[in-house]
Nanobody
């Protein structure tokens, strides 16, 4: 089991930036990839971005391409989500997740709130 702890959320004006962090502990050597998801009030959870732990290949959902950047620090077992040019529609609880095989996410963090004011 991998434990994940997110941090870095908060309130920001539209056009501003935030950086989220997700620190992994436990069986972190088993991670295949790490990802960020988000869930806005009254909506389903949606995928935002992921990064392969080995090799660093990244993938983004269309709505954040060019604005968000996912990166990792292997030595710290930490993944980051740099969010620039934030929009009110980016407001959500952001969760990091990891899994031991492609497309699976079986460990989740507690979530961090991101609020973008217009």
């Amino acid at each position: 089991q991998v434990q994940l702890v997110e941090s870095g959320g908060g309130l920001v004006q539209a056009g501003g930036s935030l950086r989220l962090s997700c620190a992994a502990s436990g069986r972190s050597f088993s991670m295949y990839s790490m990802a960020w998801f988000r869930q806005a009030a009254g909506k389903e959870r949606e995928f935002v971005a992921h990064i392969r732990w080995s090799g660093g290949r990244t993938y983004y959902t269309d709505s954040v391409k060019g604005r968000f950047t996912i990166s990792r620090d292997n030595a710290k077992n930490t993944v980051y989500l740099q969010m620039n040019s934030l929009k009110p529609e980016d407001t959500a609880v952001y969760y990091c997740a990891t899994g031991s095989s492609p497309g699976t996410y079986d460990s989740w963090g507690q979530g961090t709130q991101v609020t973008v004011s217009s």
